[in-house]
């Protein structure tokens, strides 16, 4: 779960009577803690994480009826949660979108063009940064140059698009643009201090650094870069039932934990104690009429995103991308041969796809 949902689970308590023992697993374990869980036989009832999980099917989540989901929240959140048109989560609260933070202090204005921040000179430090070895990021970078890896039910990995974005992508790193090497921590710390104008990260660290920044933290949708916008992606945490959890015996106390974390109250929590973006349309209009400027701008930043469905072929998508990618960054390969890999590679990992042949 969510690390600030022990207050939501304290009130659903004080509701109903029924206690919620509950575990905060970070983002990066939660799969290989459920994949393990499930191994042993020791599966939690219930689970809140991304969306992007619930594709995983040796989880074996349970399809959740629709008598089971709030009418306020609109079946463009819904389609965040369903796999293979079905749905297997409730979504909680969305968000995920990479956006710019930029400091008022430094930049009077968000820039509009990444080549914006580029340094002074040539021996300058880098103005901008981000998490520049995760796929997350080089994904947006490359739906930017219409390179996203599932096309027409497709994946398709060694592309044009693929091609140029990972010999651009590598050149800023090579450059001095941007350092490869600072890690996520230290990125962060940096743009608190002033040590960098603006950062590209996600909306889930919008609270952390608004209590740092204060007012001097703007918040801007992602610039240009070369010409094409970078394509942010937005999804859902949600509540999900894995080992079929809804059916067994404590099937009826599930559903009224379900039910209490999509009302008013838990959403306004969400919003207003997490800092994250509800999902009942609702609570969303009470938000934009709050006054409420920096989450006002999230989800503005959400609204422009791209919906990021769970597919059950990124987990070796993801897996393709990173190996080729590293092996390019390290200048291994050649981004014409690292964008083969990455296709071979896939299909190699894929039942369902037809051997390719190894690298050029």
């Not at 956006?99 to 009077?108: D, I, M, V």
Request: aromatic fraction near 8%; proline fraction near 8%; include cysteine.
């Amino acid at each position: 779960t969510h690390s600030r949902f022990t207050a939501l689970f304290d009130a659903f308590t004080r509701e109903t009577g029924i206690a919620v023992t509950h575990r905060f697993v970070p983002t990066e374990d939660i799969l290989p803690f459920l994949l393990r869980a499930a191994e042993s036989r020791q599966l939690p009832d219930a689970v809140v994480l991304s969306a992007d999980n619930l594709s995983v099917s040796l989880l074996a989540y349970e399809d959740v009826p629709r008598d089971l989901v709030s009418d306020a929240i609109d079946d463009a959140i819904l389609d965040l949660a369903r796999v293979d048109g079905r749905l297997k989560g409730i979504p909680i609260l969305t968000g995920n979108q990479l956006l710019l933070y930029y400091n008022k202090t430094r930049l009077p204005h968000a820039p509009a063009r990444l080549e914006a921040l580029a340094p002074a000179s040539d021996d300058a430090a880098p103005r901008v940064a981000w998490n520049f070895r995760s796929m997350y990021w080089f994904l947006t970078f490359l739906a930017g140059r219409g390179g996203f890896p599932i096309r027409d039910g497709d994946v398709a990995l060694d592309t044009p698009p693929m091609r140029e974005t990972l010999e651009a992508y590598v050149a800023l790193a090579r450059s001095g643009f941007v350092d490869p090497d600072l890690d996520y921590p230290a990125i962060h710390q940096a743009f608190v201090d002033g040590r960098l104008d603006a950062i590209i990260d996600g909306e889930w660290v919008a609270g952390e650094l608004h209590t740092a920044m204060g007012e001097t933290l703007g918040i801007a949708p992602l610039p240009t870069w070369e010409g094409t916008p970078l394509q942010a992606f937005r999804s859902a945490q949600v509540l999900a039932f894995p080992n079929l959890s809804l059916s067994g015996r404590r099937g009826p106390l599930l559903r009224q934990l379900a039910r209490f974390l999509q009302t008013p109250e838990a959403q306004r929590y969400i919003w207003q104690t997490i800092g994250a973006i509800p999902v009942r349309r609702d609570t969303q209009a009470e938000l934009r009429a709050s006054g409420d400027h920096h989450m006002a701008a999230l989800l503005e930043t959400w609204a422009a995103a791209d919906a990021l469905r769970p597919d059950r072929r990124m987990p070796l998508v993801w897996e393709a991308l990173k190996v080729g990618f590293t092996r390019c960054a390290e200048g291994i390969y050649t981004a014409a041969d690292a964008a083969a890999f990455m296709q071979h590679r896939f299909a190699q990992s894929s039942p369902s796809q037809a051997p390719l042949p190894p690298d050029r």
